[in-house]
């Protein structure tokens, strides 16, 4: 893909946020328990545009806002068919995640745990068959997710990468 490296800007696109999960989190320090959450959000257009931030506060709701400032730091645009599918079976692998990602005909829906499916639902991918397979840390399926997606190449990146047409490769 051409824009990996290239920032997305999210200010003129209409995005919409999950929170996939918050968790509170305890530091002992010598005057006692020190409480924080830590909030993980996917945010996206539903049209391709879809980005993951983890973000940490003392409270739910500024860690919310935190996480979806990252979110939209990090975003990615994934290339989808006329089905609203991926082009092609990939995995993307993080930590001991796992997330294979195969493409499915029209009509067959979202088959994604809840993790993946905040990713994928936000990415505008309608049909799709994943497994997440390996550790099933949210922090680390998310992001798996994210790099299976990545990897995505449409016809036309890989027939120039071959050298050749379209035609002759589908």
Known sequence: MDNINKRIDASNLDLQDRVVTIKRVTKVVKGGRTISFSALVVVGDGNGYVGVGLGKATETAEAIRKGKEDAKKHMIYVERNENDSVYHQTNGRFGASNVMIKPAPDGTGVIAGGAVRAVIELAGIRNIITKAI???????????????????KTPEEVARLRGKDVAEIL
């Open 134 to 152: 390996g550790s099933n840390n949210k922090n680390n399926v998310v992001k798996a997710t994210i790099e299976g997606l990545k990897q995505m």
